[in-house]
């Protein structure tokens, strides 16, 4: 990468429980959504078969020795409005799907023995586009990443990770980490990689003490000119920029 931007962001989600399996999709604002809780005999590439090879990979990594509790995926739906010049969200069920383009965005929550032997909680944010890139082929866009969790507890001591994926190229990615989160962000030179995976582990956390909430967001713009970085900060219970991104998607998982 030839320019790092990076961005402090706010770490306290509201929190709210989710205790029984829930598996099914539903459409809000443009979101289909899907928890897993009881993964008991399937394994990712089982849940989700369409994932790519890199993605399953870096999962496979990171996942070694440790136990997952919950998976969640949001799909987001896009079409390219000629008119306009840009990407708008589309609802499936009722638009013409011939053109559509597809971000997904993963959040994978799971316990991990550390050295002390005690519990730490492993939490995985990764994305993955299919986005037609013909469109926009002469900008530079801007993408911004965060991962937070509601826990108190800070994250571990260089536990957190994060990785691009191009077809033909990967990039280990600076990031930038405050209390129980992390974020990264920075103006693609090369175009939108296809996917990224990005990772932290909080310290010696008991999974089945505190409730939590485990949130992520991917924002793309297209075209940032001379805005070029996102400034997050929360609001409510969500983490927000203070402008709009020309594509926004994001996923809460809920623990007990």
């Known amino acids: 990468m030839k320019k790092r931007l990076l961005s402090f962001v706010l770490i306290i989600i509201l929190l709210t429980n989710c205790k029984a399996e829930e598996v099914g999709i539903e459409d ?56 306009k010049s840009k990407y708008v969200a589309s609802n499936i069920e009722s638009d013409n799907t011939t053109n559509q383009n ?31 890139t013909s469109n926009i082929l002469n900008l530079t866009p801007l993408l911004g990443f965060s991962l937070a969790s509601s826990s108190n507890e800070a994250i571990r001591s260089n536990s957190d990770t994060g990785v691009v994926h191009f077809e033909d190229r990967d990039y280990n990615v600076p990031i930038t980490t405050v209390f129980a989160g992390l974020v990264w962000q920075n103006k693609m030179d090369n175009g939108i990689p296809s996917s990224g995976t990005f990772s932290m582990i909080l310290n010696e956390i008991n999974l089945n003490e505190e409730p939590k909430g485990i949130y ?12 070029n970085q996102f400034l997050y900060s929360l609001t409510g219970s969500q983490l927000n920029i203070d402008r709009s991104s020309d594509l926004t998607i994001s996923n809460e998982t809920r623990l007990d």
Do not use: M
């Open 102 to 132: 597809t971000i997904n965005l993963y959040t994978i929550v799971s316990e991990k023995t550390l050295e002390n032997n005690k519990k730490g909680c492993l939490i995985i944010g990764s994305f993955e586009q299919n986005l037609n």
């Open 216 to 227: 992520s967001r991917l924002d793309i713009e297209l075209d940032p000119r001379e805005n």
């Open 28 to 83: 809000e604002d443009h979101v289909y959504p899907q928890t897993f809780v009881d993964l008991e005999g399937k394994s990712l590439q089982d849940l989700f078969p369409n994932a790519s090879e890199k993605l399953l990979s870096d999962w496979t990594g990171l996942l070694e020795g440790a136990k997952i509790v919950t998976v969640s995926l949001v799909k987001k739906y896009y079409v390219w409005d000629k008119k």
